[in-house]
Every structure is written in structure tokens, then in C-alpha cells.
């Protein structure tokens, strides 16, 4: 079992950059892909990233240019750093995690409101 929990929401303003992080509480080394993924009120939860544990990642096409993602397994942490915000990407930001080989993700944390104002 592993436990994630997201930090670093907010409310900003149009134009800025928030980072987020999700520590795991154990080790996260053996948990091959790693993603943030985001739902916005009356949508679908939506992926917004992933990364491999050979560190390869994808973004949706909404936020590529703005979103990077990244692991640090030895802090056992996925991080989102998000610049230059937009209004729609206002959402309950989570990380999610699957072992190698999973089809869909077994570890969930809690989420993080992020809110961008105009």
C-alpha cells in the first residue's frame, strides 16, 4: 500500500506558476509510472502528465509547453510544475501511480484544489 498526498495548491492569478508536489510514503522506485491527473467541476477527471521510471513523460495537449512533470525518487516525490496558469486550468489537481506491468492506477492521493482567477 502506498499513501500520496499532494501540497502546494492555491489560488493565483492568470499568468502565473504554481508547483505541485506528491509525496509518497514509501519508497515509489518500483512504482513505474507516476501522472498528475486533474478534474475540473461537472468534467471528467483528465490526465494532465505522466512519467516513467525511465523518466519518459506525455503531457496533454492543453498544457504541453506550460506543465513539466518530474520525479525524485529518492524523496520519493512527483512534482507539476505549472507556468503561465489560464483560468481553465482551474481543478482538483492529483497524482496517481501504477506498478510496471498495471493497467490502471491502484495509488491515489487526496488531491489539491488549484484555482486561477482572470
Known amino acids: 500500500q502506498v499513501l500520496l498526498v499532494e501540497s502546494g495548491g492555491g489560488l493565483v492569478q492568470a499568468g502565473e506558476s504554481l508547483r505541485l508536489s506528491c509525496a509518497a510514503s514509501r519508497s515509489i522506485f518500483n512504482i513505474f509510472t507516476l501522472a498528475w491527473y486533474r478534474q475540473a467541476p461537472g468534467k471528467q477527471r483528465e490526465m494532465v502528465a505522466t512519467i516513467t521510471g525511465t523518466y519518459s513523460t506525455n503531457y496533454a495537449d492543453s498544457v504541453k509547453g506550460r506543465f513539466a512533470i518530474s520525479r525524485d525518487n529518492a524523496k520519493n516525490t512527483v512534482y507539476l510544475q505549472m507556468n503561465s496558469l489560464k483560468p481553465e486550468d482551474t481543478a482538483v489537481y492529483y497524482c496517481?501511480?501504477?506498478?510496471?506491468?498495471?493497467?490502471?492506477?491502484?495509488?491515489w492521493g487526496q488531491g489539491t484544489q488549484v484555482t486561477v482567477s482572470s
Open positions: 496517481a501511480g501504477k506498478s510496471l506491468g498495471a493497467g490502471n492506477y491502484a495509488y
